[in-house]
Every structure is written in structure tokens, then in C-alpha cells.
């Protein structure tokens, strides 16, 4: 919808601003009256190589017309049927898309009503990040596990459907020529669903999955960690950098300059990898064939074997669960806004800006079986409760029929758990009710050589969780919570009345959960020096505390109704400190410097942000656990400083240079605190005490996050461009982009300051850590074994530990690997370049016709080399100490190759091809 969008005011960073009091960041006003759309029709036709292959588009403006009405109307349409090429960009994918917008606006001589609305219902296939041997592999930077073939045609298991119908009413009135007010009220609500496979007591179908992968093989192949080996022998290194072996030889047989444990000859597999002495040559090289001929049944999803898997449990187990469903992740909103804008330029240089927002929004959350896939029904329990059911049996002194609700996600009369139609809500079904309110106003100042301004904010912000469903995890953890002061956290001080008077909702009544309520105040000042008529010097300058997002506020939503611990703090608050323990605070600054001649014009841009207690939650699984877990980080700081810098300068008559740079140094400044929970209930750890072992429900410890870089892409970037402009209306240009400096995040379990100590900053030990006898992870000093403790802060204390710059203990090749931040550029300089080139013509027709034809091909070098991101598992690879059955009793290997990361690449050459007619 690019022309609904085509008029609007942008205002950069913290500037003064005349629509909303703004933040770090851009602010943008897209203004859609119908009035201002030029009159006439626009259709066009674009072809593109991308995700999609094709898209029409047609607009119309009536202008304005006798009776002061105008209308404009657009409808775009985006389309690709499956793509069945593998390797190619798309591959997998399908895409369907309409987009509608439609404006009417009513002019009167002091006042305009504008009546909006948009949407674009869509259908899209998805595609993954995969690991480097994947790419590897398959021989193709577009590889895309998420589909497969069913009867020899394709299907993808994650299709987004969206919809997101938005109307808007906007009034202005103009008072007198220095007075004017907008007013405007809108609704949206956004259908967004996305499917994926789900499975219960059967192997993951997923064909990327570590198991089905070649170096799953490699599991214990892995030369002493205590050996003479040296990183730089192992760092198999290729064009793209920083990509290492997925297991290190183990034998000495091969004259590769790495020592190790002589166990036996090795083989070098036909991926020309060093595989171990313990596989099975033949089976190793078969599965790397299979994957680099891309073979169906290996390489992508096999439907046929999932539905026959469930056919073959419809007979076995015919009132059992289904081995394999498909279901659909909703996570829709609703959105009703009001705002209202008074501007007056009464008074001589000083311009009067006041505001008022509002905004009610609801997250609405639960999931629907898309498809069963040929079973005969799903039943609705958490796999992982089901399956340590035993081991909770065994500890918590619960009764049979109490345990039994543990596994379930609705323990309420009336619930039937065995699900046979398509689109019944299961699993989860939960809202979370957002509120937002700002008032703040704003005085700009201007003089002859100084501007000035300054705003001032205050932000109303609550939330409160509610749930149609009441899980059997929240009533367990409820239960072994009474009597204490967390008794009402997992639900809800009302619901949790209810519950011990005995009043028990039905199915589908909905609980009420504990609503948390901020305020928090901005501030921001402005000025402009006017040097001369060409050369100008801006400050501006921000302070602010935000509010928490409801997305990392609750620990464990799908669950229960627990917040993180700081917001129980501010509920409660007793002084300004407590009050604002929850919110996040902020301090921007930034000072530019414009020039504008006949010739040459550009800027010099410095600026600096810092962030304090930020709030954060991410989900992983738990090899100690062995389960899902959520994990709230509180704490966290942030600071971001650097410089921009751009020029363009005409080189006579047809060509301009422009210019762009800038290069930042984005970190993280603290550590943060984190909160471990299972998800399916079960205590995370155990402590001895007096009374015995104590059950300990979630853990608490530190994450050294200190001095890490933040993966916000790259952060060293600059594009020289040439453009061309014929005044027969030919134009061209080719840019050229160089992207540095981009690193991979942390996965936070991979730094909690218990796996560097033994100990968690609450007191509970780590089964298994870095400094144990069984790995001997860490440098120390002495060559002795590592000796650290925690203080009664939670403090790491260390005796003889090799540290770095940020007090991080130093690991040991190949441990190292696992906590390390990961570069994302690649090794050779030139793959940081992406040049991208376009041309196009405006022809003029008779009766002020025209047609124009772009084609804009990016990366034209096809650079395949170039990452783009992705994200580092949060996995840790561990193993089973020798006579034990469980994962409590588990130390983490040197395989740390088991779980690494994922990446996505840029695209290699593509196109998009516009032709556009205007009569």
C-alpha cells in the first residue's frame, strides 16, 4: 500500500514535535486525507524474484469535488503460488495478499472530516534460520526446512494468516488563522495466526532438528579438553569466517596437527569432515549424501510419514492422543485510540502544543488445531508435565488425583480434553488487557539567531492478565504457595478467593487476574543555533522512565498470572524509589551540525543513549530441567553512543554523489538478574535444609551480560551512491553499502553466573558447571582447579580464575564456543559489500498521461556470504554422569558444537520490476 502511505511527516530522533510528544526513535504522522492523493487512476504491475513473485495495484482520487467531498481507493494484490525449486529465494513459500484503503474527507472552508480505512488479509508461508552445517549441506544460503511434500505436492507448516481491518475518524478545525485542533478516533483489531507442528510420543519432524542432522553422530567424539590442542588448529576456517568444525578428530593418525586422546582411527566423512572412530563410516556418508542431493524424506518435512503415523496409532491406540497435529498459534489484538491536538502560534516566537492520547488494547492468546492430520483426536495435556509426573508424585507429597491435574490445561468441570474438530481452542486462552493515557504539551521558541523548545509528559500505563482456562500447572503452584505471601501471584487475589471459598468457575468462565498500574514522566529540550543562513548547530535532549512491556512482564503468561518481581515491589511501593523499581529509565541525547549549499549540503550527527533496569523474558529449553523454561531478566542497562555523518554533492549537470555513514558502539552496561521457571510446573532444583530437601520452584541468578555488544544489526555502516537524472526523465543509480561491526546475542543461559560458580546468587548449586572435576572448563591462575564461591550478596568471589575485561572467568577451548558473542561479518572484507543498482524512465503520454518502468536489482554481486542475523541456542550440551539415569546429575560436555547457532543470510541477486500507468 505504498501510496496510501506516500504523505507523511516524519520527525527524526527527539525533536521538537506537532503530533505526539515522541521518543528515541522516529515519529511518523501519515496524513491520508483524500484531498491530498492526485486526481485521476494509477494501476501498475511489479515481477520480483522475492517471497513473492508478482503484485497489481490500482488507485483512484476523485480530487475535490463541487459538493467538497474527496475519495481515494487502492487495492494491491501480492501473490506466488508454492515454490517446488529448491534453492532458490521463496522456496517452499506460498503468498497471498490483498490490500484495501479507502478515504472519503468532507472540506469545509475552516475544517476537514476524514473518514479511513485499511487492511490487507494474508496468507504467507515462512521460512527458518538453520545452522551452518545446514546451509553447508544443502549448498544454498535459501535452504528452507519448514515444508515438504504430501502426494507429491508441496506444503509448509508455517503459514501466517493475518488480518488487520482498521478504521479511522480525524476532524480538524481551524479556530482562527492561529488556533487549530485535531481530534481523531480509531479501532483496529489484528487477526494474526501462525500454524506449526506439535507431537506427542514421537520423534520431532522437524528435518533440521540436531538428531537428524550428520554431527548428532558426533556426540562424545571430542578430543580431550585437557589435551594439547591448540584453537588454531581446529578453527576450520572458510570464506564466510568464524565458522568452526562441528567435532574435533579424536585420533592422531591424520597428520592435522591436532593432539588428542588416541582412541582409535578416524574418518574424514564426505561432507570433509573429521568424524570419530565410534560411527559407522557408511551410515555417516549415506545421511550426508541424502542431505546434499536434498532428498525428500530427509531434508523436508514428510507429511506422507506423519499421517501414516497417525493412521498406525488410530489402530493401536484408538482413544489415545495423535502422534503428530497441527495447530494454529493465535495472538490476535484489538485496539481502540483517541487523540486530540490543540496548536497556537498566538503569541509572537512562541508556538503552544498540547496533547492528549489514549489507547485500550487486548492481546488475545490461545491456540486451535489447524489440522489433526488423519488422527482421531488430540488430548489436551502438557507433554512435559506428563511426563515427570512420576518425579512429582515421588517429591511433593501431593495425592494421586491432585498430581493428575498437573498435567492438564483446564482442570475445570466441564472441560473435555479430547479434541476431534478442528479450530477448538486448547492449550492455552488467556487476554492481556493494555491501557495507555498521555497528556503533554509543548513550547517551541523562535528568534532570529536561537530556537528553543521544550515538552513535558505524563504516560498512564496498566495491564492485567486474564484467562478463560485454569491450568493445572497455576492451581499446583498455587497450592504450594498457601499460606505464604506468594499464595495469590499465580492467579490473582479475586480468583484466588474464589478458589478457597470453594466457588469454582465452569469451562470457559473467565479468572481474573491482579491489574499493575504506572506513571511515568518525560522530558525533553531542544535548541537550534542558527550560525548563518547555510550552517545550523541542533541539540536536543530526552529523560524519561517507561513502563514495562506486557510481553516480558509476565513470567510464564500461557500459565499463570505471575508478574516479574519488581512490579510486586512498585505495587506496593512505599517511596518514589519502590515506586519506579519496575520502570525502565532513560537518557538521550544527540547534537547535529547541517550545511547546505549550491554544490554540496549534508550533516554531522553525535548522539548517546543510556538505559537503566530494563525488563526482558525469553524462552528456552532446559537440558538440567528437561524442560521448557522462562527466564525474566531484570536489571538490564544499555548504552548506545556513535555518530552519523551524510553529504550529497552535485557533479555537475546530470549526477549527484551521496554519502552515509555511521558507526556506533552498542552494549550492554550491567548484568542483569534472572528468574528460571518451568513452564510445565515441576521445581527447578532442590537445597538441603534442616527439615530435608526442600523443593525449589524457580531459581534465581545472575546474568553477565556486562560489556556484551547488542545485536541491532550492524553497527558500523556506510553507502556511497551515484544517482543519474536526465531531464528527458531517465534516472539511474548505484549504491554500494558496507555493513560492520554485527554480532550475534547471547542466549542468556549460556552466561548465568551459577555455571562460572557452582552456586546461584540465591544459594542453590548448579548440577553440573564449568569448574567441576568433570569439566574443567576454566583457565585458573595456579593450574589448579578452580576455586570460587558466592558471597551472602550473591557475589562471585574468585580465588585463582583467569578473567577477562568484564570479571567473566575465561573458558577453555572449546567451552569457549558456547559462552562466546559471535561476529557476524564475514572474514573477507568484500563480503561486507552488498551493491545494489536500479534504472528507470517516465514517459509522458498525450492528455497529461504517463507511464514509468524501475527495475532495481539488489546485491547484483550475488554476495551469499553476507549474515543478517539469527539468534545463538540457548541449549547447553550435557551428558549423563556415568551410573546415573538423570539430568540432575548431568555436567556439561565439550561437545560445543551439539547446539550452535542459527543464521539467517542476505539474499543473493534479485530484482523487482515496476510498470506503473497514471491517466
Known amino acids: 500500500m505504498n501510496d496510501a502511505s506516500r504523505y507523511k511527516d516524519e520527525i527524526n530522533a527527539i525533536e521538537a514535535n506537532n503530533f505526539t510528544f515522541g521518543s528515541i526513535g522516529k515519529s511518523t504522522n501519515y496524513m491520508m486525507g483524500a484531498s491530498r492523493y492526485a486526481q485521476g487512476w494509477k494501476v501498475g504491475a511489479a515481477g520480483t524474484n522475492r517471497n513473492y513473485k508478482a503484485r497489481v495495484n490500482a488507485t483512484y482520487s476523485s480530487g475535490i469535488l463541487s459538493s467538497g467531498w474527496a475519495v481515494t481507493a487502492q487495492l494491491?494484490?501480492?501473490?506466488?503460488?508454492?515454490?517446488?525449486?529448491?534453492?532458490?529465494?521463496?522456496?517452499?513459500?506460498?503468498?497471498?495478499?490483498?490490500?484495501?484503503?479507502?478515504?472519503?474527507?468532507?472540506?469545509?472552508?475552516?475544517?476537514?472530516?476524514?473518514?479511513?480505512?485499511?487492511?490487507?488479509?494474508?496468507?504467507?508461508?515462512?521460512?527458518?534460520?538453520?545452522?551452518?552445517?545446514?546451509?553447508?549441506?544443502?549448498?544454498?544460503?535459501?535452504?528452507?526446512?519448514?515444508?515438504?511434500?504430501?502426494?507429491?505436492?508441496?506444503?509448509?507448516?508455517?503459514?501466517?494468516?493475518?488480518?488487520?481491518?482498521?478504521?479511522?475518524?480525524?476532524?480538524?478545525?481551524?479556530?482562527?488563522?492561529?488556533?487549530?485542533?485535531?481530534?481523531?478516533?480509531?479501532?483496529?483489531?489484528s487477526w494474526y495466526s501462525n500454524s506449526a507442528l506439535n507431537f506427542y510420543n514421537a520423534p520431532d519432524p522437524r528435518p533440521d532438528y540436531y538428531r537428524n542432522l550428520p554431527s548428532a553422530m558426533w556426540d562424545a567424539q571430542i578430543a580431550n579438553p585437557n589435551a594439547n590442542t591448540k584453537h588454531s588448529e581446529v578453527q576450520l576456517g572458510n570464506e564466510d569466517g568464524q565458522h568452526y568444525d562441528w567435532g574435533l578428530f579424536i585420533g592422531n593418525s591424520y597428520n592435522s596437527g591436532i593432539q588428542g586422546v588416541n582412541l582409535g582411527e578416524g574418518f574424514i566423512g564426505d561432507d570433509g569432515k573429521l568424524v570419530g572412530p565410534s560411527v559407522d563410516k557408511k551410515q555417516y556418508n549415506q545421511l550426508v549424501q541424502l542431505w546434499k542431493s536434498r532428498d525428500n524424506k530427509t531434508t523436508q518435512i514428510d507429511w506422507d510419514n506423519i499421517y501414516a503415523s497417525n493412521y498406525a496409532n488410530n489402530m493401536t491406540n484408538p482413544t489415545g492422543s495423535a502422534r503428530y497435529v497441527l495447530e494454529r498459534r493465535h495472538n490476535d489484538i484489538q485496539e481502540a485510540s483517541a487523540s486530540f491536538n490543540y496548536v497556537n502560534t498566538n503569541y509572537k516566537h512562541l508556538t503552544m502544543t498540547l496533547g492528549v492520547e489514549g489507547k485500550f488494547s487486548q492481546g488475545i492468546h490461545y491456540k486451535t488445531i489447524d489440522d489433526l492430520l488423519g488422527a482421531n483426536q488430540w488430548i489436551d495435556i502438557d507433554a512435559f508435565a506428563d511426563r515427570d509426573i512420576k518425579e512429582l508424585a515421588t517429591n511433593s507429597g501431593f495425592t494421586q488425583e491432585e498430581i493428575a491435574n498437573v498435567r492438564l490445561n483446564e482442570i475445570r468441570e466441564g472441560y473435555d480434553d479430547v479434541i476431534k474438530d478442528n479450530g477448538r481452542r486448547f492449550g492455552y486462552n488467556y487476554r492481556i488487557n493494555m491501557g495507555n493515557a498521555k497528556a503533554w504539551f509543548q513550547n517551541e521558541w523562535e528568534f532570529n539567531d536561537v530556537d528553543l523548545y521544550y515538552a513535558l509528559q505524563l504516560n498512564y500505563t496498566s495491564m492485567q492478565r486474564t484467562t478463560e482456562m485454569y491450568n493445572g500447572r497455576a492451581w499446583y503452584l498455587t497450592k504450594l504457595a498457601l499460606g505464604t505471601e506468594n499464595e495469590w501471584k499465580y492467579l490473582g487475589r479475586n480468583a484466588l478467593q474464589n478458589i478457597v471459598n470453594g466457588v469454582h468457575a465452569g469451562a470457559g468462565e473467565r479468572l481474573v487476574g491482579e491489574g499493575h498500574h504506572f506513571l511515568d514522566p518525560a522530558f525533553k529540550l531542544g535548541?537550534?543555533?542558527?550560525?548563518?543562513?547555510?550552517?545550523?548547530?541542533?541539540?536536543?535532549?530526552?529523560?524519561?522512565?517507561?513502563?514495562?512491556?506486557?510481553?516480558?512482564?509476565?513470567?510464564?503468561?500461557?500459565?499463570?498470572?505471575?508478574?516479574?518481581?519488581?512490579?510486586?515491589?512498585?505495587?506496593?511501593?512505599?517511596?518514589?524509589?519502590?515506586?519506579?523499581?519496575?520502570?525502565?529509565?532513560?537518557?538521550?541525547?544527540?547534537?547535529?551540525?547541517?550545511?547546505?549549499?549550491?554544490?554540496?549540503?549534508?550533516?554531522?550527527?553525535?548522539?548517546?543513549?543510556?538505559?537503566?533496569?530494563?525488563?526482558?523474558?525469553?524462552?528456552?529449553?532446559?537440558?538440567?530441567?528437561?524442560?521448557?523454561?522462562?527466564?525474566?531478566?531484570?536489571?538490564?542497562?544499555?548504552?548506545?553512543?556513535?555518530?552519523?555523518?551524510?553529504?550529497?554533492?552535485?557533479?555537475?549537470?546530470?549526477?549527484?554523489?551521496?554519502?552515509?555513514?555511521?558507526?556506533?558502539?552498542?552494549?550492554?552496561?550491567?548484568?542483569?538478574?534472572?528468574?528460571?521457571?518451568?513452564?510445565?510446573?515441576?521445581?527447578?532444583?532442590?537445597?538441603?535444609?534442616?527439615?530435608?530437601?526442600?523443593?525449589?520452584?524457580?531459581?534465581?541468578?545472575?546474568?553477565?551480560?556486562?560489556?556484551?555488544?547488542?545485536?541491532?544489526?550492524?553497527?558500523?555502516?556506510?553507502?556511497?551512491?551515484?544517482?543519474?537524472?536526465?531531464?528527458?526523465?531517465?534516472?539511474?543509480?548505484?549504491?554500494?553499502?558496507?555493513?560492520?561491526?554485527?554480532?550475534?546475542?547471547?542466549?542468556?543461559?549460556?552466561?548465568?553466573?551459577?555455571?562460572?560458580?557452582?552456586?546461584?546468587?540465591?544459594?542453590?548449586?548448579?548440577?553440573?558447571?564449568?569448574?567441576?572435576?568433570?569439566?574443567?572448563?576454566?583457565?585458573?591462575?595456579?593450574?589448579?582447579?578452580?576455586?570460587?564461591?558466592?558471597?551472602?550478596?550473591?557475589?562471585?568471589?574468585?580465588?585463582?580464575?583467569?578473567?577477562?575485561?568484564?570479571?567473566?572467568?575465561?573458558?577453555?577451548?572449546?567451552?569457549?564456543?558456547?559462552?562466546?558473542?559471535?561476529?557476524?561479518?564475514?572474514?573477507?572484507?568484500?563480503?561486507?559489500?552488498?551493491?545494489?543498482?536500479?534504472?528507470?524512465?517516465?514517459?509522458?503520454?498525450?492528455?497529461?498521461?504517463?507511464?514509468?518502468?524501475?527495475?532495481?536489482?539488489?546485491?547484483?554481486?550475488?554476495?551469499?556470504?553476507?549474515?543478517?542475523?539469527?539468534?545463538?541456542?540457548?541449549?547447553?550440551?550435557?551428558?549423563?554422569?556415568?551410573?546415573?539415569?538423570?539430568?540432575?546429575?548431568?555436567?556439561?560436555?565439550?561437545?560445543?558444537?551439539?547446539?550452535?547457532?542459527?543464521?539467517y543470510y542476505a539474499w543473493g541477486v534479485n530484482f523487482f520490476l515496476t510498470v506503473t500507468y497514471k491517466f
Open 527 to 903: 535548541a537550534t543555533y542558527k550560525i548563518n543562513g547555510r550552517n545550523r548547530l541542533k541539540l536536543n535532549a530526552l529523560i524519561e522512565t517507561r513502563a514495562p512491556y506486557a510481553r516480558d512482564a509476565y513470567i510464564s503468561q500461557r500459565v499463570h498470572d505471575r508478574v516479574v518481581n519488581n512490579i510486586y515491589v512498585h505495587d506496593n511501593a512505599k517511596n518514589l524509589e519502590q515506586f519506579y523499581a519496575a520502570s525502565e529509565k532513560v537518557a538521550s541525547a544527540d547534537l547535529t551540525y547541517t550545511f547546505n549549499y549550491p554544490i554540496v549540503r549534508g550533516r554531522i550527527t553525535g548522539f548517546f543513549t543510556q538505559s537503566w533496569n530494563g525488563t526482558e523474558l525469553n524462552g528456552y529449553y532446559d537440558d538440567e530441567a528437561r524442560t521448557f523454561v522462562n527466564q525474566a531478566m531484570t536489571g538490564i542497562d544499555k548504552r548506545y553512543f556513535g555518530g552519523e555523518a551524510a553529504i550529497a554533492v552535485k557533479l555537475g549537470t546530470y549526477f549527484t554523489l551521496t554519502g552515509v555513514a555511521s558507526i556506533g558502539d552498542y552494549r550492554y552496561t550491567s548484568d542483569a538478574i534472572a528468574v528460571q521457571s518451568a513452564e510445565n510446573g515441576m521445581p527447578m532444583t532442590q537445597k538441603s535444609t534442616l527439615n530435608g530437601d526442600e523443593l525449589v520452584l524457580e531459581t534465581t541468578d545472575k546474568v553477565l551480560l556486562k560489556g556484551l555488544h547488542l545485536s541491532t544489526g550492524p553497527q558500523a555502516n556506510a553507502s556511497l551512491k551515484l544517482s543519474f537524472f536526465h531531464p528527458k526523465m531517465w534516472f539511474a543509480d548505484i549504491t554500494v553499502n558496507y555493513h560492520d561491526w554485527n554480532y550475534l546475542s547471547v542466549a542468556p543461559s549460556r552466561r548465568m553466573q551459577g555455571l562460572f560458580t557452582g552456586q546461584r546468587v540465591d544459594g542453590t548449586a548448579v548440577n553440573g558447571w564449568f569448574g567441576d572435576v568433570y569439566a574443567n572448563a576454566i583457565e585458573t591462575t595456579d593450574g589448579n582447579p578452580l576455586r570460587a564461591s558466592v558471597d551472602e550478596n550473591g557475589v562471585a568471589q574468585y580465588e585463582n580464575a583467569v578473567l577477562d575485561n568484564n570479571g567473566v572467568p575465561v573458558l577453555k577451548y572449546p567451552y569457549n564456543l558456547m559462552t562466546m558473542q559471535e561476529e557476524l561479518q564475514a572474514t573477507n572484507p568484500l563480503n561486507r559489500f552488498i551493491i545494489d543498482v536500479s534504472v528507470g524512465k517516465l514517459i509522458y503520454l498525450p492528455k497529461r498521461q504517463s507511464v514509468s518502468i524501475n527495475l532495481s536489482v539488489t546485491n547484483v554481486t550475488n554476495n551469499t556470504h553476507f549474515k543478517t542475523g539469527g539468534y545463538q541456542q540457548a541449549r547447553l550440551p550435557r551428558g549423563v554422569l556415568q551410573g546415573q539415569k538423570d539430568y540432575h546429575n548431568s555436567v556439561i560436555t565439550a561437545n560445543a558444537w551439539k547446539y550452535p547457532s542459527k543464521y
Open 76 to 189: 494491491a494484490y501480492r501473490f506466488s503460488p508454492y515454490i517446488d525449486n529448491k534453492g532458490i529465494i521463496g522456496e517452499g513459500i506460498k503468498y497471498y495478499s490483498l490490500g484495501y484503503f479507502l478515504t472519503a474527507e468532507k472540506v469545509w472552508s475552516n475544517s476537514r472530516l476524514k473518514l479511513i480505512t485499511f487492511g490487507a488479509p494474508t496468507e504467507r508461508g515462512q521460512n527458518a534460520a538453520v545452522t551452518q552445517e545446514v546451509y553447508d549441506l544443502t549448498g544454498s544460503n535459501n535452504y528452507n526446512p519448514y515444508w515438504g511434500y504430501q502426494n507429491g505436492k508441496v506444503r509448509n507448516s508455517r503459514i501466517v494468516k493475518s488480518y488487520d481491518p482498521t478504521v479511522i475518524a480525524a476532524y480538524e478545525y481551524k479556530i482562527d488563522e492561529n488556533q487549530k485542533i485535531k481530534a481523531a478516533v480509531g479501532y483496529h483489531y
